[in-house]
């Protein structure tokens, strides 16, 4: 039996672009595999795994479902297992996870030409920021600033920075900081900061990516000035090439066949959904 079943998972779960990326790459490959999405909580996320059967190739998973994956999986890669989260799984008789926020968010910022930095500050102390951290280390950066809500919160981030030989300082979300090259800003969608606060970011925050995408412009992105500013559905693209390359090869790394025609065609199903 053919596995050729794909969703994404996650509550609330409407918004999601990844079925219009995903179709679009497996029509560009030739590839007869449906892909969906679902509505699934944290609490039901047991339930409904255990329902799969062999048709199933695999899920995309999103808030708030990425810790219960990487407890569901019986092999993990690296970016995984650095930052406790699993937003891809390759289903099979041993389920295989992933995390492709990571690699996301190096090829977006990559595209945009933005690659040489050593002073990062990423806003927010969620699993994102988590995945921040392990991009802006794998991108040579050497010290970050995480500015939180809840600064007791980033405790997990301050210690993932000692594993990554990295200097994190921790503070609050409104704190002043020092000159950075890169803000990665991984607070939740719709989020409104004081005027004053983004000024002051933005005054020393040098470029600006904006892990959000809807609404677009942000508030943030709005507020910006004198960097340049890249919108998270470009995260979202380039972490949906790396699932299709774990869906078709079991690893993100593998790229695919003429793969810059079937990024364009994800790209061109973005915009037009």
Not at 56 to 84: I, N, V
Not at 214 to 221: D, K, Q, R, V
Not at 240 to 269: G, I, K, N, T
Request: contains cysteine; charged residues 25%.
């Amino acid at each position: 039996m053919t596995r050729h079943r794909l969703e994404v998972w996650g509550d609330p779960i409407e918004h999601s672009r990844s079925p219009a990326l995903h179709t679009a790459a497996y029509r560009a490959l030739g590839l007869d595999w449906q892909y969906g999405r679902r509505r699934v909580s944290a609490e039901s996320f047991s339930g409904e795994l255990g329902a799969l059967d062999e048709t199933w190739r695999g899920l995309s998973l999103t808030m708030p479902l990425k810790d219960a994956a990487f407890a569901a999986t019986s092999s993990r890669d690296r970016h995984a297992e650095l930052t406790g989260a699993v937003n891809t799984m390759l289903l099979g008789s041993e389920p295989q996870g992933f995390n492709t926020d990571v690699g996301g968010i190096i090829d977006a910022l990559a595209e945009n030409g933005i690659e040489d930095f050593a002073a990062v500050r990423i806003l927010g102390a969620g699993a994102t920021a988590a995945s921040a951290l392990v991009a802006a280390s794998e991108c040579g950066a050497s010290r970050v600033e995480v500015h939180a809500r809840r600064p007791e919160r980033a405790e997990g981030l301050w210690a993932l920075g000692e594993r990554l030989g990295m200097r994190v300082d921790v503070t609050e979300l409104d704190a002043s900081g020092a000159l950075v090259d890169l803000t990665i800003a991984t607070l939740p969608s719709g989020t409104v900061l004081d005027a004053s606060v983004s000024a002051a970011l933005a005054e020393s925050g040098g470029d600006l990516f904006e892990v959000a995408y809807e609404p677009w412009p942000s508030a943030l992105a709005d507020a910006w000035h004198g960097g340049r500013v890249v919108s998270g559905s470009e995260m979202l693209l380039h972490q949906a090439v790396r699932q299709v390359r774990v869906f078709l090869h079991s690893d993100p790394l593998h790229p695919l066949d003429d793969e810059a025609r079937v990024r364009d065609e994800m790209r061109s199903a973005y915009v037009g959904d």
